[in-house]
């Protein structure tokens, strides 16, 4: 989980540069379509068989809406109007928003321990966020956080293996966020260069389609707010990745919110991950 998270914290800086060439939903449409294609490429390799069913292909017609479509365009969305130190604290507050659905959903615990621990890391990232205000961007980071949540939930419903599931997700959402784009910017007026390249094939084939692979993996065979615990550190990567190579300044309360966020992780994970009880409907591994 730890790769995964560096990724996802690596990719707002990446996405924070490339936007510079690029208009946002644009940039966020071509990233879905790449890591679909290169994951469904691995498929194909693989043989892995064509996801079948019709409550299966609504399922995942309504992961890539959700967790494609609407997550990249907010989280786009975010970074354009806000530091990304800000927008990947707020973008990935799934920790705390998945603990009540999946006790709802899955009949998944929840200790006093655990409470405690997601209650300190809601602080943690109110310290590091508010200083930057609350507006538009803001708002379209917690969207991204919501949809990114309500992906994870719908994934443990799909039965079929996970990689053509989740290579077509992203073909699906990115095609729907190209359309968007369309309508919304026109044409795609992107700057070619070396270095728009370069980010662009490693968000979406690091930070999305080997990411998100491990990602939906994990949440398979894991308790989601132990699993979800750990993307606290991807605001925490965005940070310091932000501070070291964009010179971004960091206030003392965003940097103690940090901290706050870093020790309620440590909590949440080191007790040790539990294993999903075998035999729930979810997306197959193999």
């Known amino acids: 989980m730890l790769w995964i998270t560096l990724a996802w914290g690596s990719c707002f800086l990446a996405i924070s540069v490339g936007l510079k060439d690029a ?14 294609a290169a994951l469904l490429m691995a ?12 409550r299966t292909w609504i399922l995942i017609t309504v992961m890539g809406i959700v967790n494609v479509s609407v997550a990249f365009g907010a989280m786009f969305g975010g970074l354009a109007g806000l530091s990304t130190g800000a927008a990947s604290v707020l973008a990935n507050a799934q920790p705390l928003l998945i603990v ?18 997601l209650g300190a890391g809601f602080v943690g990232l109110l310290a590091v966020a508010l200083p930057g ?10 969207t991204a956080a919501l949809a990114i949540t309500a992906g994870t939930l719908i994934s443990r419903q799909v039965k079929a293996n996970v990689l053509p599931v989740i290579g077509w997700h992203f073909l699906i959402g990115g095609v729907i966020l190209a359309l968007v784009a369309g309508l919304t910017e026109g044409a795609p007026a992107i700057n070619w260069s ?10 979406s084939l690091v930070g999305t389609a080997a990411a998100f692979l ?8 894991c308790r989601l707010d132990a699993v979800s615990a750990w993307t606290f550190l991807v605001p925490v990567f965005g940070i310091l990745l932000s501070i070291v190579v964009l010179e971004e300044r960091q206030t003392f309360w965003s940097m103690a919110g940090m ?21 729930r409907g979810n997306v197959s591994g193999q």
């Open 23 to 36: 208009p946002l939903l644009w940039f966020a449409a071509l990233r879905a379509l790449i890591a679909g």
């Open 214 to 221: 491990g990602w939906f993996t994990e949440v398979q065979h």
């Open 194 to 203: 070396a270095r728009f390249i370069g980010i662009l094939l490693y968000v």
């Open 133 to 142: 205000g609350i507006g538009t961007g803001a708002w379209l980071s917690i």
């Open 259 to 279: 901290v706050l966020v870093i020790v309620s992780m440590l909590v949440l994970v080191l007790p040790g991950r539990k294993r999903v009880v075998q035999g």
């Open 100 to 117: 009540l659905p999946a006790w709802w959903i899955y009949k998944e615990r929840i200790s006093a321990r655990t409470l405690a621990a």
């Open 43 to 54: 498929a194909g390799f693989r043989r892995e068989p064509t996801p079948r069913g019709a």
